[in-house]
Structure formats: C-alpha cells, structure tokens
C-alpha cells in the first residue's frame, strides 16, 4: 500500500520524535497487532508482550523507515517478527491456570448464541495454536487480515510458492482437526 | 483466483469467523510509553508466582461456589454423575411429565432432542430440586432444576463456571432456577440441545 499524504506527514512527524503523532499512528495500528499476536500465542498476557515489543521496535527503528515503503507491509513484518521472537524464548509453563474457576456474569438474552460463538472461536484459537509457527502466521495473516498469497510473502521473507504450501500443509492439518464444525449452520457439535 | 487460492470452501468461513480481530487493551499503551513498567523485567520470583496461582485459584473457587450455590440449584454430587436416576427414561416427553407430575415443574424438553442427546432419566431431591440426567455425544450432563421467586422472561443473571472436571453454567428464567452441569471436555453448547433446537440456538 502506498503511503497517502496524511500517512507520510504522520510518519514523519513520529520520525521527528512528535509522541501525539506515535499516539495516533498507535490508535491506528494497535487492534491490528494485538489481534495478530493473540491469535498466535493464544494467551491475552504474551499478547499484551508481543504488541507490546512490536510497538517499541517500531519506536525505536521508525527513523529507518523509507517513505517509499510500505508501512503495512513494514508493521506486518516486526509483528511477524515478534511473534517468532516469543515462540523462541516461550518457556514451556504448566497450563497452572486452566483449572481456575471462571465465572462470568452476563445479562443479556443472547447467551445461547454467545456460548456457541465462544466455544466455536475456542475450537478455531486452540487447533491454530498447535499448528507449526510458520504455518500458523500464514494462516492468521491470510483469514484474519485478509492478505494475498504475495503480500504474505513479502512479510514473511519467503517465496509464494513457500506461503502456498504452507497455507497447503495448515489446511489438511485445520480440516482434520475441525471437522466437527462442518455441518451446516457451523454448530459445534461435542 | 488461481487454483492455490482456492481453499476449502467450508473451512474459510471457519477461519474468519474464529481469527476476528479484537481491541487492544488500554494497558498496552502505558506498557509502551512507560517501558519501565514492563512487568517481564520486574518478574517475582517463581516460587511467589506459583503460591499466587495456587492462593488465587483457592480463592476463586470458593467465591464462586459462594455465588452459584447461593442463587441456584446446588448441583449437589457433581462427582456422582453416573449415580442412579429415579426415574429412568429414554423418552424426553416421558421425563417431562413425571417431572411436573412429581413437582409441578414444567422443564421445556424437547420431545425429540438432537441425535447427540441421549435421555437417561430424572430425580428429585430434597426441596424439590430436580436432576434431569442425559448423555450428549456420549457424555453425561445433568440440568438441575427448581423453583425460583424470579419472573424473568429471558435468560438472566447467567454465571457459568467450573470445578474438578465439570463446567457448570446457571440461569433464571421464569419461575424457575436451573444450573447444567457437564464433563469439562463436553460441549456446554452441545448439551443445550436437551431443549433448544440447533436452528434456535444459532
């Protein structure tokens, strides 16, 4: 994507050091990056590590930015980054809290509905994250922020060919695994 | 669109639906304008952290026991789920009517559940709670049920939670209180078809 004027004027003015133009830039891209590293860690708190050091490398290296870039592209690439980073230096950690009580109170009448979304988006979140990390970034840049085969492989420094295959090797292993929602209507079935 | 971008026509819609996008949370900003509060850099020790997890689950668990049991039908025996039923029945409609001619509770049924759902039976305790008892894909779920002083229409003061290996889920609606309680690795959504319709629920 090509920069627009307002976009340039506000990189450079964050370029300058301007922390209202960061703010803003921040607001722009901040669902954007915390969703991508939610979906590959899974967990809201390594979310909140990855977004967080995708956000200070950007601080840091955005004098290097060249205005003839792409920024998406740009970004996509520390949060990719990023994300590969945690998964390096992720220790393996008992799951201590997965028995926690969890109460919700809710009042609303949809709540047959949320459940189903719930437990639908919990089956999607738990299969992708026993994915490979390779074949999982693939997959949550190409269904959640919607990106062609080419673009991802800009982002992720390899081949088109390579992104294919990859989305490929994800797809046998996704259909397996979720197979219980393909009937019609998307229920979950148990 | 090139043969490699055809993908599964059923899982796409899958994926999309599973991987929205989200809000960043507030805190993300102060974690990146004010890096120092960086809490990976000032971790407690990992003794401390696990003596919080296992305080913060003891605690946890007992307000939630607090509040559920407080409002709704206590699911008594969770651990005895294979215990024997009173009355035992594989037909939904059966169970009804002893139910309300037993307590006069009327539990909405269905009179032909989904296929995953498998009648087993009901009970009734002390205080007229009643234990209406089904398998569904093969697991055992019990919906508690009793009277309420509520008059709500819809369903209301939902709280679902969880304890040893049984996840619970408990609501008003009209006069009447239910808790469901399900094995952690079943469907809580799956189990509701005891007396909803997938085409209602979705």
């Given at each position: 994507m090509v920069l627009n004027d307002n976009d340039r004027e506000l990189i450079e003015a964050c370029q300058r050091g301007d922390q209202d133009a960061f703010a803003v830039l921040f607001a722009a891209h901040s669902a954007k990056v915390y969703s991508i590293a939610l979906r590959y860690a899974g967990d809201p708190a390594a979310a909140m590590d990855i977004a967080q050091d995708t956000f200070l490398k950007l601080l840091s290296n955005i004098?290097?930015?060249?205005?003839?870039?792409?920024f998406d592209t740009w970004l996509y690439r520390m949060v990719v980054n990023s994300c590969l980073d945690y998964q390096r230096r992720k220790r393996k950690l008992l799951?201590?809290?997965?028995?926690?009580?969890d109460a919700v109170c809710a009042v609303q009448d949809t709540v047959l509905h949320d459940l189903l979304r719930q437990e639908r988006h919990e089956a999607v979140q738990d299969v992708i994250g026993k994915l490979r990390p390779d074949q999982r970034i693939v997959v949550i840049l190409r269904?959640?922020?919607?990106?062609s085969y080419e673009h991802i492989a800009e982002i992720a420094g390899c081949s088109v060919g390579t992104v294919a295959s990859r989305l490929n090797r994800a797809h046998r292993v996704l259909e397996r695994r979720l197979s219980?929602?393909?009937?019609p209507g998307g229920f979950t079935r148990v | 669109m090139s043969n490699r971008e055809k993908d599964n026509q059923w899982l796409e819609p899958v994926l999309r639906k599973g991987l929205t996008r989200v809000h960043a949370p507030a805190e993300l900003w102060d974690r990146v304008v004010?890096?120092?509060?960086?809490s990976r850099r000032s971790a407690p020790p990992p003794r401390l952290v696990w003596m919080l997890a296992v305080a913060s689950v003891v605690t946890a668990s007992v307000c939630a026991v607090a509040v559920a049991w407080g409002h709704y039908?206590?699911?008594?025996?969770l651990n005895g789920l294979e215990r024997p039923v009173e009355f035992r029945s594989q037909r939904a409609s059966d169970i009804r009517a002893w139910v309300r001619q037993r307590t006069g509770l009327d539990i909405p049924l269905l009179a032909h559940p989904s296929s995953t759902i498998e009648m087993i039976g009901a009970s009734v305790a002390e205080a007229g709670r009643v234990e209406v008892r089904y398998r569904v894909a093969n697991q055992v779920a019990s919906l508690f049920v009793s009277a309420s002083d509520g008059r709500l229409s819809e369903h209301k003061h939902v709280i679902r939670g969880s304890m040893d290996n049984v996840t619970t889920l408990s609501w008003s609606i009209g006069p009447q209180a239910y808790t469901l309680a399900v094995q952690r690795t079943a469907s809580l959504g799956g189990a509701c078809l005891v007396c909803h319709t997938t085409e209602s629920i979705l």
């Open positions: 004098g290097q930015f060249r205005s003839d870039a792409s799951p201590i809290l997965d028995g926690v009580i269904y959640m922020e919607e990106l219980h929602l393909r009937r | 004010l890096p120092r509060m960086d039908p206590n699911p008594a025996g």
